[in-house]
Structure formats: C-alpha cells, structure tokens
C-alpha cells in the first residue's frame, strides 16, 4: 500500500463533538495537522473546536444528508492550505434490541448514519483525494463489524457493510496513491452507550438504558485519547486494517478460530471474570 504521513497535514473528521473523533482532531491538531471537523452536535463540535491549537474549519453536519455532505467537502476543498491527507468517515450511533422486537425507524435511522454517512462521506472527498493522487479514507467500523452479536443487529449489519464497502474500495484503488482504511475499535470509552436508541431491555431484565450504558462502560479497555494515538500509528506505519484495544484483538482471533461458535466462548470467558453475570451484558 502507498505509505504517506498524514501528520502536519490536513485532515477532515466527522462525529467530531466527542469520543474517537474529537480525540483524533486533538491529536492531530497538536501535531500541526489544519483539521476540519463536523458533527451534528453543534455545542461539542464547538468544545472540540475551542480544544485545538491549530487552524480550523468547524461544520454542523448530519451525515445522513448526501447533498450537504457534498457542499461540505466542496467548502473543505476551497480552505485547504495543502493538499488533504485523511478523511475520517467516523459518525457513529447505537440502537440495542432483539431483532424480533426491533424498530424499524431505529434501525433506518442507525444505518443511515453508519453506513450511508460513510458512503456520502467517501463519495463526496474521494475526488479530492483521486485529483491529488494521495490520501487516504479512513472509515469506522467496529469489532462488531467482524463478529455478530446478540441485541445488535442493526449495529453489527452496518459495521459489517462499512467494512465490505471500504474493502472493495480498497481494490478499486490499486495502483494509485489513494488508500482506504478499516478501523475496528473494541470497547472505547465514549458517550455511544449513553445516547443510544432502546424501547426495552432486550434480554428482558428491566434494566434502564443508563444501567445498560453504565455496563458497557464498566468493560471497555481503552480510551479515546488512546483510540487515537492506535489509528494515527496504524496510518503512519500503512496499515489497510486498524485494529483498537486488546479486546479487538481478542474478537478478531475469535472469529478466525471460531467462527460460528465465538460468542458461547466469549461468555465463558465473562463468567469466570464476571461470575455475578451470568451472560454477556
């Protein structure tokens, strides 16, 4: 793969308000990287904005919308002081329940979010990056995107599709200097839990949404700060795939070795360390 620094030089984000992408945008920032970030969120994209201490370009976004995604990457186009290195499709939500008693505005909505926003995202800087001849997309999907689990379908669909879509980019762009990158983040600690979407507790516990968040939150092993630092090394030394925190190392493995039955050893694994829970939260 063509192996370029993206540090120092622009790059654009989206899901910039908070978690991965803010700390992305910090990081690079502090490295000299002008950095243009979005999100729906105007109030945090506003706090991640007054975190920086390079230069600048701020944009309320729904990523859902293809046409302002496009006027976007036309207003990035006409800032950039040099050439675009990275465009971090990274927008991102959450919807939990069994597919028996899904919602199917939630589950739309869910997937117009992380799947179709990283397809406008893609669509709309890829001929930025193609005219240059150099850059690189950068788009999110999860481990949930190798693995599927229970009460996540939704997610787990999109993140699969994120990730087949990025791979076959990948090959339309051999022999270019344009490359496409996988991220796959285990448990990180952000504020996804919190703002998911859910009707009921799937597995019928009458736990709250904030009681589920709060457990997510007590298993994730690494933080934004760290998330980012991994993705900025993982482009740095051309990786095609970046995999986030021990636990997507763990997942990966599973379903390479097993992947039809990953999950019964994956609760296995949580009982002995979490014997007071008797499945997988």
């Keep these: 793969m063509p192996r370029s620094s993206i540090t120092g030089r622009p790059v654009m984000i989206t899901g910039a308000a908070s978690g ?72 991102g939500v959450a919807v939990t329940s069994t597919v028996l008693d899904a919602t199917p505005e939630d589950d739309d909505w869910l997937w117009d979010i992380n799947f179709h926003g990283v397809v406008n995202g893609t669509r709309a800087f890829l001929p930025i990056l193609v005219a240059q001849d150099d850059g690189a997309i950068v788009n999110t999907s999860s481990v949930f995107g190798l693995v599927g689990m229970p009460y996540q379908s939704a997610y787990c669909s999109a993140k699969f599709a994120v990730r087949g879509f990025t791979d076959s980019l990948r090959q339309e762009l051999r022999g270019t200097g344009v490359r496409a990158v996988t991220v796959h983040p285990g448990g990180i600690t952000t504020n996804i839990a919190r703002n998911m979407r859910m009707r009921k507790d799937p597995e019928g516990r009458g736990r709250s949404r904030e009681q589920l968040a709060a457990e997510f939150e007590a298993i994730t092993m690494t933080s934004p700060d760290k998330a980012a630092s991994i993705i900025h090394k993982g482009l740095e030394a051309g990786k095609a795939r970046i995999l986030v925190g021990p636990d997507a190392y763990v997942f990966d493995a599973l379903a390479r070795l097993t992947p039809t039955h990953y999950f019964d050893v994956l609760s296995r694994v949580q009982k002995l360390l979490r014997p007071e829970q008797k499945e997988m939260a």
């Design 20 to 91: 991965i992408g803010r700390a992305l945008a910090q990081r690079l920032s502090r490295l000299g990287s002008p950095v243009a970030i979005a999100d729906i969120d105007e109030s945090g994209l506003k706090e991640t904005a007054a975190s920086l201490s390079g230069r600048v370009l701020t944009r309320a976004l729904d990523v859902r919308d293809a046409t302002d995604v496009q006027r976007f990457a036309d207003e990035v186009r006409d800032w950039l002081p040099a050439p675009l290195a990275a465009v971090f499709n990274n927008a």
